[in-house]
């Protein structure tokens, strides 16, 4: 190749990536690019939570005496007391400064006093039970500016289960007449991981094929799906991830250890693979970026 026709290569693909910066970075029509927030960690666990991924969790916040907020929100009691939520089992792993806090009333959330304990917090976490009662009580809330705040000076926010899914842009699940209509009557999540879509508890209950009814409809949407005991740790543009079991990617690609040369895939609209403990991923272009 001559080197004019290198440096006309050159220019042609510096002028695309100028021109149409979505076609490099992930992003889907509109511009939308799938990232974490700026500032703090996510921790999103995909359900039947073993301690250490708690102990991650803690670890992650600052360590056992840094003040953690609970919200048990999503399981629907009647009432909580300062063990619910998985608030116990901080307290079993040694956190010395947990706080449980919950309202169904909006009004409840949008006052000061309510919000109080969140204005000192290194952590929030959500435990679980249905991700739409979370929509309900806090989206669009004082609640919910108070834990973007708390992201935006260096804080964390994890969750399990239900509240695994409410950190995504798009609410699987979200249906208040049962669990298993991926979109539901609610589909708006808390978007602290932007243009994606997470579901839990996938390969203990078979839910693998679920994500793809969500990928059609909304084909500009990272879909991920993690497994009990395992969850993605969030910081800006990657993830990582920790626990015992797998998660499941789903953007239009596939990817293997050994490769794919020589396997007969299924057309790209029913691609999915599997990331297990230790391996990252690039969310803003959307590849395995590391892994064992």
């Given amino acids: 190749m001559s080197d004019n026709m290198i440096k006309y290569n050159l220019i042609t693909l510096l002028l695309i990536i100028l021109l149409f910066p ?8 509109n511009g939308n690019i ?6 703090g960690t996510l921790v999103i666990v995909g359900g039947g939570t073993a301690d250490s991924v708690i102990a991650d969790f803690i670890k992650i916040a600052g360590g056992k005496d840094v003040p953690i907020v609970v919200i048990p929100t ?3 009691s009647n009432s909580y007391n300062q063990n619910s939520g998985g608030a116990s089992t901080f307290r079993k792993l040694g956190a010395t400064n947990v706080r449980v806090i919950h309202t169904y009333d909006r009004n409840v959330a949008n006052s000061d006093t309510f919000n109080l304990p969140l204005k000192s917090a290194s952590a929030v976490w959500f435990g679980g039970g249905r991700q739409w009662r979370l929509a309900d009580s806090y989206n669009g809330t004082l609640t919910e500016k108070m ?33 298993q209509i991926m979109m539901g009557d609610h589909q708006a999540g808390m978007g602290f991981l932007k243009n994606a879509a ?36 969030v910081k800006e543009g990657e993830f990582e991830v920790i626990g015992r079991s797998y998660v499941i ?28 403990k230790g391996d990252k991923y690039d969310l803003v272009r959307r590849k395995v970026i590391t892994s064992r």
Avoid: C
């Fill in 147 to 179: 834990i973007w705040d708390l992201l935006n000076r260096g804080g964390v926010v994890g969750g399990s289960s239900a509240g695994a899914t409410i950190q995504g842009s798009f609410l699987v699940r979200g249906d208040t007449k049962n669990n």
């Fill in 74 to 76: 999503a399981e629907g």
């Fill in 22 to 29: 979505g076609q490099a970075y992930g992003q889907d029509g």
């Fill in 249 to 276: 990617v789903y953007d239009g690609t596939f990817w293997s250890r050994e490769g794919s040369e020589l396997k007969k895939l299924p057309d790209s609209n029913m691609l999915f693979y599997f990331l297990r």
């Fill in 34 to 39: 799938t990232q974490g927030p700026s500032k």
């Fill in 198 to 233: 997470i579901d839990q508890h996938v390969l203990a209950r078979n839910r693998q094929f679920d994500m793809f009814e969500v990928m059609k409809a909304h084909p500009e949407l990272l879909g991920i799906s993690i497994d009990e005991g395992t969850a993605i740790v």
